[in-house]
């Protein structure tokens, strides 16, 4: 059984920095494509970073290009996000996802994921 299990989220200042870690069970995240997704209130799920070191692939939604990082460890089977210069329109439960199998043409895409994470949220003030 697949577990995924987001932590690091909270409450910030614009400007501040979060890590979120999530810690998979059940699959590798070294054979698996990775990714985070956010969801504000009112809006869509949207990807926001993914990453599939086998295939050498990591990719960042534009409005977090040069802020946040994503990468992982695979010793602790853990996905990190490094959110840095965070701003009010971050704001959003964060989720992590999961698919071990297959191939992940558009990262973006939240029905090829298999696996979700239960959330961790994220608060920016202005």
């Known amino acids: 059984q697949v577990q995924l299990v987001e932590s690091g989220g909270g409450s910030v200042q614009t400007g501040g920095s979060l890590r979120l870690s999530c810690a998979a069970s059940?699959?590798?995240?070294?054979?698996?494509?990775m990714a985070w997704f956010r969801q504000a209130p009112g809006k869509e799920r949207e990807g926001v970073a993914f990453?599939?070191?086998?295939?050498?692939?990591?990719y960042y939604a534009d409005s977090v290009k040069g802020r946040f990082t994503i990468s992982q460890d695979n010793a602790k089977n853990t996905v990190s996000l490094q959110m840095n210069s965070l701003k009010p329109e971050d704001t959003a439960m964060y989720y992590c996802?999961?698919?071990?199998?297959?191939?992940?043409?558009?990262?973006?895409?939240?029905?090829?994921?298999?696996?979700w994470g239960q959330g961790t949220q994220v608060t920016v003030s202005a």
């Open positions: 990453i599939y070191n086998r295939g050498g692939r990591l």
């Open positions: 059940g699959t590798s995240v070294s054979s698996s494509y």
């Open positions: 996802a999961a698919r071990s199998g297959g191939i992940v043409y558009i990262w973006t895409d939240t029905s090829v994921y298999d696996y």
